[in-house]
């Protein structure tokens, strides 16, 4: 037995404790993951088919393509903006190519862990769609990566973690990735 694989152990063991003393065993059946396939989502998901595994509940990953950009000929021709209006679902992209990838790797993510996962492709902005799906799907809880803020992001407050955490009506997990060795 590993070390990490001891360390993971003891996790498992303090977080079904910790989670027992507050009640949430028997009400944790939905655990909602947002996906983007980067690192911090990756690591996500590891936590959050922990968690499932520990109390039983069915996973539901969100992959979020964002909205097509309206060509640059209304903002003075210098930024492209983003069309979500009524007329233009009919024409709205779908990117199943992202999807398709996501879901691969959710799956291969998930194989063998004895946990029930279903994967949902939208289109629209992350933070939005994430907190959408999580009502309609009724989530216990929701599970986001996060990562270090780009300067801009620190100015305009821009992360998705932080939206999703301000945002949403079930508690938000921020899994933080692990520094670099």
Same mark, same amino acid.
């Given at each position: 037995m590993t070390l990490r694989h001891k360390a993971s152990s003891c996790f498992e063991l303090l977080t079904s404790v910790r989670f027992? &003393? &507050? $009640? #949430?065993?028997? !009400?944790?059946? =939905?655990?909602?993951? !947002? #996906?983007? !396939? =980067?690192?911090?989502? /990756?690591?996500?998901?590891?936590?959050?088919?922990?968690? &499932?595994?520990?109390? +039983?509940?069915?996973?539901v990953v969100v992959s979020v393509a964002g909205p097509d950009p309206v060509p640059p000929d209304g903002a003075f021709g210098l930024m492209p903006y983003y069309d979500l209006g009524a007329g233009a679902s009919a024409e709205r992209r =779908?990117? /199943?190519?992202?999807?398709?990838?996501?879901?691969a790797e959710v799956q291969q993510l998930f194989a063998g862990a004895g946990v029930d996962v /279903?994967? &949902?492709? *939208?289109? $629209? @902005?992350?933070?939005? /769609?994430i907190v959408e799906v999580a009502e309609q799907q009724k989530a216990d809880l929701i599970v986001v990566g996060t990562r270090e803020p780009g300067w801009l992001?620190?100015? @305009? $407050? +821009?992360? *998705?973690?932080? $939206?999703?955490?301000?945002?949403a009506r079930c508690d938000v997990l921020i899994?933080? =990735?692990?520094?670099?060795?």
């Open positions: 027992a &003393a &507050a $009640g #949430y065993v028997a !009400g944790m059946k =939905t655990i909602l993951v !947002g #996906y983007d !396939g =980067t690192r911090s989502a /990756e690591q996500a998901l590891r936590r959050a088919s922990e968690l &499932a595994h520990a109390f +039983g509940s069915r996973v =779908t990117d /199943e190519e992202l999807w398709n990838r996501h879901r /279903e994967f &949902a492709g *939208v289109i $629209g @902005f992350p933070v939005e /769609e992001e620190r100015i @305009f $407050g +821009g992360s *998705v973690s932080a $939206g999703v955490a301000r945002h899994v933080h =990735t692990p520094a670099e060795s």
